[in-house]
């Protein structure tokens, strides 16, 4: 009988701990909107890098639209169809984490002017850069959609679709991904306003000498050259 309490003692030590173990390892950047070290470029985000130029600016700590009270705004104001702009939060280089949920509320004044809007992560680490592109496809090949990024064949489509999002209301998207043991990039599911749908597609990574680890976020244009922003708010990078 001592032996079995001693059993079960045991197991419910070596249980907690693991638990314990688990929360410890979890790391949540929060707020991620507010931080001030954003970075963006035009012409970087287009094809091939080299993409057309666009108006493009980034105001934050906003109190309107917002959910915190402190919310980012990126405006985009295209000055050629097709153009693009990119913003992104380094977050240091991080090579211990291999799983991310990318969870942020976003808010746009004009669902028509996009071409796509992008939420991504990336991770270079090991001669690899492991590219978690995500873009909810409105004015494209596949609108209506979500589509992800393959290093070798480019934008695929997942079949899921991206509909329901409306102008000038808050909309919660929660991004999963896996760095895998064997070297890929897992896109695993995604969730919109509390509706998850398994993606499941695993693609190759690039190559590249850096070491970081970055969340992002990007506003495409479409054959209008038509203005619009977006508010991101309570963005976070969950990573373990």
Not at 87 to 92: A, F, N, S, V
Not at 103 to 110: E, G, H, P, R
Not at 149 to 173: K, P, V, Y
Request: glycine share 8%; aromatic share 14%.
């Amino acid at each position: 009988m001592k032996t079995a309490i001693l059993a079960t003692v045991l197991s419910l030590m070596l249980i907690a701990s693991c638990i314990s173990s688990s929360a410890q390892t979890k790391k949540t950047f929060s707020n991620i909107q507010n931080m001030t070290a954003w970075t963006s470029c035009d012409v970087c985000s287009g094809s091939g890098g080299n993409g057309n130029t666009a108006v493009h600016w980034q105001a934050q700590f906003q109190s309107t639209p917002s959910m915190s009270g402190s919310s980012s705004q990126f405006y985009f104001g295209g000055v050629q169809a097709y153009t693009s702009a990119l913003w992104w939060e380094q977050l240091g280089s991080n090579p211990q984490y291999s799983h991310f949920n990318y969870d942020l509320q976003f808010y746009v004044t004009d669902i028509t002017a996009p071409q796509a809007l992008e939420f991504d992560v990336n991770q270079s680490l090991n001669g690899k850069k492991y590219v978690f592109g995500t873009e909810c496809d409105l004015r494209g090949t596949y609108k209506g959609y979500w589509r992800v990024w393959d290093a070798t064949l480019h934008w695929q489509n997942t079949g899921i679709a991206c509909t329901g999002i409306t102008a000038n209301a808050w909309h919660h998207l929660v991004w999963e991904f896996e760095r895998t043991t064997d070297g890929h990039t897992h896109f695993i599911a995604v969730t919109v306003d509390g509706v998850r749908r398994v993606v499941n597609r695993y693609y190759n990574p690039l190559n590249s000498t850096a070491k970081e680890l970055n969340v992002a976020f990007q506003t495409d244009g479409n054959k209008y050259p038509n203005t619009y922003s977006v508010w991101l708010d309570k963005v976070s990078l969950i990573a373990w």
